[in-house]
């Protein structure tokens, strides 16, 4: 369990971060955790593969790329503990995989979307979105980004770095810079922690003040999001769980202490409405927001009937 809780705690201190490194960090946790048991009680071991599930998926409420990845590698069958050892890591395994793929796949097909002298918003820093840029850079077109510093964690500075070793141009902005410099903007790429059913985003604080300045700029808006990051729980009318981080990343605790009457608010993510977002680029296809059913439904495989019968529950060693 010891390797375990420290991949929850690196998820949980940002150490690892961006939905799709959580949920493949939590995949190859899980896998790892499956094959260092030692028991050889069938029953035994599903039951602590599914706390270890649950110790995973709580550890940062809005990615539901995590509860995803979790729920893919639970999937797993198997009449013997051995068995259900080569079927998690089949699982984990090809989820890892599938998931790099995705991102690449993303990026040739956002990359279509982006003309030679294009001048590109992006906020935070999302490998999905990232991987359209560096797409478009590869196949020649000159692009210059803009990219948002994203306080209070700086996740910009990890996206111009990463530009940078590409040899992308880039220009870091403050936050609140973003309407101002809307008209130079010819696209705004982000990423997503999470997709709903009727297409609205969960991202990074801020990214809806970058869509309804890109809005109101008539400036197109592409969401670079892979299809395990669509939530089958919004079918349901559940809302995405909105992450609240501690006040010492806004301002520090002596400071803080300084007054009496000032308490900090920290959300880490907000909620952008589809009216706002363009497309959707997922590896299966470029779609308009309003199409995010059908990702859930055909390429998720969650349907009404098996949300309503407990489909969510982390349970283990599953006959499909
Ligand atoms: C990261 C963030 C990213 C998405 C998508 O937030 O909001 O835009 O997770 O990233 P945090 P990716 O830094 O709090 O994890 O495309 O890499 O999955």
């Not at 880039?170 to 936050?175: A, E, G, N």
């Not at 605790?253 to 497309?279: A, C, G, H, M, Q």
């Not at 779609?287 to 407990?310: C, H, Q, T, V």
Request: charged fraction near 25%.
């Amino acid at each position: 369990m010891e390797q375990l809780l420290e991949t929850a705690k690196k998820i949980k201190s940002m150490e690892i971060r961006g939905a799709g490194k959580i949920a493949r960090a939590a995949a190859a946790a899980l896998r790892d955790y499956a094959e260092r048991l030692t028991t050889n009680d069938i029953n035994e071991f599903n039951e602590k593969m599914e706390h270890a599930a649950e110790v995973l998926v709580n550890t940062r409420p809005t990615a539901v790329s995590l509860p995803n990845a979790v729920r893919a590698v639970m999937r797993y069958g198997g009449g013997t503990v051995d068995e259900a050892k080569i079927s998690i890591k089949k699982l984990a395994d090809g989820f890892i995989a599938s998931s790099e793929n995705a991102i690449k796949r993303i990026g040739e097909i956002g990359a279509r979307r982006v003309r030679d002298g294009d001048t590109i918003m992006t906020h935070c820093n999302s490998a999905a979105a990232n991987s359209i840029m560096a797409e478009a850079h590869a196949q020649g077109k000159d692009i210059n980004v803009i990219a948002t510093e994203s306080r209070p964690r700086l996740q910009g500075h990890i996206t111009i770095k990463q530009l940078d070793k590409l040899g992308i141009k880039s220009t870091l902005i403050v936050d609140s810079a973003v309407r101002y410099l809307m008209k130079d903007v010819d696209i705004v790429i982000m990423g997503a922690d999470a997709v709903t059913v009727n297409g609205s985003l969960i991202n990074k604080i801020g990214t809806s003040q970058v869509a309804l300045a890109a809005h109101e700029a008539r400036t197109n808006v592409i969401i670079a999001a892979e299809t395990y990051k669509f939530s089958p729980m919004s079918i349901l009318g559940e809302l995405v769980e909105i992450e609240e981080r501690d006040s010492s990343e806004v301002i520090s605790r002596e400071k803080l202490d300084e007054f009496s009457n000032v308490s900090v608010r920290n959300p880490s993510f907000d909620v952008t409405p589809r009216e706002y977002i363009d497309l959707i680029c997922t590896e299966v296809g470029a779609i308009p927001p309003e199409m995010a059913y059908i990702i859930i439904k055909d390429f998720l495989g969650w349907r009404i009937e098996e949300l309503n019968s407990n489909g969510l529950r982390f349970k283990g060693n599953q006959k499909h």
